[in-house]
């Protein structure tokens, strides 16, 4: 599900980007990606951390 998610943002985000907002935020569509990208690692990165905190490692 998030593949798609991210493929559809690829292909369609610019544009919806500039439709909800406007010109002006034109330029975060590829922070926006960026963030779409690093999500999920961020998300499994905290699931660790809190794993190896409950081990007191």
Request: hydrophobic share 60%; net charge positive; proline share 2%.
């Amino acid at each position: 599900m998030d593949i798609v998610f991210l493929a559809f943002m690829a292909t369609f985000g610019h544009y919806i980007i500039v439709f909800l907002f406007g010109a002006d935020f034109a330029s975060t569509y590829f922070m926006t990606l960026l963030m779409l990208l690093v999500i999920p690692c961020l998300i499994y990165s905290k699931i660790i951390g809190t794993l190896f905190s409950a081990k007191g490692k």
